[in-house]
């Protein structure tokens, strides 16, 4: 390995830009992470936390019958620094990995300062530079600022893609009627972690017609935007249909109410998002209504009638590149492979998905400045699929952003039938994808790559 590395610029101190930080320094490649808040906020971010979660508090399942199970079971054997921090920091979520945002936002900076490598620069990047052999990697998320977005725009010669995300309410717990509500865990599995709050028919049709009459936030070019799927407002599913809800987050399967022994025919599930358990988020209800109409709306929600909102729900535009027509497979800027880009600027949706893309671009910047190669991760791993395959699809005449799932991974090699096989299907696919990265990690072509990491350890 060279002996002296060059600085590499982070820009961005979300989930990308610090795992991209802390992957650099396990390479002993110093860098500067910049940081454009508290100086330049954004209409979602509440403060000026490293790695501020923003939506959600859940990092989504841990069953290695899941698809993000697995993918956490992947990053962990690539040593994935965040993960580790999340688990230090998570709250009762039952299968799923949850984090309380304060404390998760202060171990990740904790860890960021005590790293001699890292420099941590609170000052926003407006441009980018066009030329030099500097390394960037630019992971500044889809709420960058219009500034920095014009520079990439420039670089990339049109106007890239959005599209808009939304976020849900938060309430107090004191505030909940615990007689009314309800703990559960879908069909029992691990602790009663979830409150739970149930609808018979009648009360779900005047909630749901509700939604439908509440009127609905401003939002810039909103009917020009495409809505990801995977976070789509509350009010524009039961939009089509009245029974959308019931089958969609407020799916009552596996959630029996002991009180009356029966299934309700609809449920809004309650997820903790501290450590202390005084702040609960209501299970995908993103929404864009008037906050008045919020307070209005899902007050109407058994156990909710009292509810202190202490977080509403809002709508953010969400900016990301078109990948495979701008980037390499290496994540650098045609024309500009000093520029490179992680995170959700590169089209992943989701938390572990950026932490991984922050991970991945950071390796493939440490094995150029080691003067290696770093062969393409399996496509049958799910991290490879996504970050190799899905990502540089050219095949589609309009990229989207992807969650990892399943269906990016070529089929087995014999697929099994029926009910039961399509969950056999699941743990097939989590087998073989954990073991072909041990395979990758041990190929010759990586282990000097490796040495050098672990050599900082």
């Not at 202060?106 to 890292?118: D, G, K, R, T």
């Not at 808009?164 to 865990?185: G, K």
């Not at 809004?268 to 005084?278: H, I, S, W």
């Not at 709508?315 to 290496?330: A, E, G």
Request: charged share 20%.
């Amino acid at each position: 390995m060279p002996g002296t590395m060059p600085t590499v610029h982070v820009a961005g101190g979300g989930l990308a830009g610090c795992e991209a930080a802390l992957q650099l320094a396990r390479f002993g490649i110093p860098s500067i992470l910049h940081e454009m808040r508290p100086t330049t906020p954004t209409p979602a971010h509440k403060g000026d936390r490293l790695a501020e979660i923003v939506c959600s508090n859940s990092l989504k399942s841990t069953a290695l019958n899941t698809a993000s199970g697995v993918f956490k079971s992947e990053l962990d054997g690539l040593g994935c620094r965040l993960l580790d921090l999340a688990r230090g920091t998570a709250v009762p979520a039952g299968a799923a990995l949850a984090v309380d945002r304060e404390l998760f936002s202060a171990a990740v900076e904790l860890a960021l300062a005590n790293e001699p490598l890292i420099e941590i620069r609170r000052e926003e990047i407006t441009s980018l530079p066009v030329a030099g052999d500097t390394p960037w990697i630019v992971a500044t998320g889809p709420l960058s600022s219009p500034a920095l977005l014009a520079s990439v725009h420039q670089l990339t010669g049109d106007d890239g893609l959005s599209f808009f995300d939304a976020i849900a309410p938060t309430v107090t717990l004191d505030s909940l009627d615990l007689d009314v509500l309800y703990r559960a865990a879908r069909y029992d599995r691990g602790e009663a972690d979830y409150l739970n709050a149930a609808f018979d028919r009648e009360g779900y049709e005047a909630f749901v017609a509700a939604i439908d009459a509440a009127e609905r936030a401003d939002a810039e070019t909103f009917e020009k935007g495409d809505l990801f799927e995977g976070c789509m407002p509350v009010e524009e599913i039961a939009a089509r249909g009245r029974e959308t809800l019931a089958h969609g987050p407020m799916r009552p399967v596996g959630l029996m109410d002991p009180r009356t022994g029966q299934r309700p025919h609809a449920v809004v599930q309650l997820r903790q998002e501290n450590a202390a358990g005084t702040l609960y988020g209501l299970v995908g209800f993103q929404t864009r209504l008037k906050w008045g109409e919020q307070k209005r709306v899902f007050r109407m929600i058994p156990g909710l009638e009292q509810a202190e909102f202490v977080r509403f729900g809002q709508l953010h535009r969400n900016s990301y590149l078109d990948t495979p027509r701008t980037l390499n497979k290496r994540f650098a800027l045609h024309g500009a492979p000093q520029l490179r880009f992680a995170g959700q600027l590169t089209g992943v949706e989701g938390y572990v998905e950026s932490i991984a893309s922050g991970l991945w671009t950071a390796w493939s910047v440490a094995a150029e400045l080691q003067g290696s190669e770093l062969p393409d991760l399996p496509p049958t791993t799910l991290i490879g699929s996504l970050l190799c395959g899905y990502l540089f699809d050219r095949t589609s005449s309009r990229f989207t952003p992807m969650n990892v799932n399943f269906g990016l991974l070529p089929p087995l090699d014999q697929s099994p039938r029926g009910r039961r096989g399509k969950q056999l299907r699941k743990e097939l696919f989590g087998e073989r994808a954990l073991d072909d990265l041990g395979s990758w990690l041990a190929e010759p072509a990586l282990r000097g790559f490796l040495a050098a990491a672990e050599g900082q350890c």
